[in-house]
């Protein structure tokens, strides 16, 4: 007999302008910070600047993800 999958409720979290769930937001954080530091592996520490970019977004849009959370 096959099983049924039972969706939870989704914890949506804020994404710019849009909001998004949690894996979602895992996936877009992915896209941001993996090609960053990928290079700086491959260069020795060298970073370019759309890879500083890239990382910066990074951590200001997990901040308001953050405080969204907090203040529920």
């Known amino acids: 007999m096959p099983t049924k999958k039972i969706k939870t409720p ?5 994404w710019g302008h849009e909001e998004v769930t949690l894996r979602e937001l895992f996936k877009e954080l992915n896209k941001l910070v993996a090609d960053p530091v990928r290079n700086l592996y491959e260069m020795d520490g060298d970073m370019y600047l759309s890879d500083y970019r890239k990382l910066c977004d990074a951590q200001w849009r997990i901040h308001i993800s953050l405080e969204e959370y907090k203040n529920g």
């Open 10 to 14: 989704q914890t949506l979290v804020k």
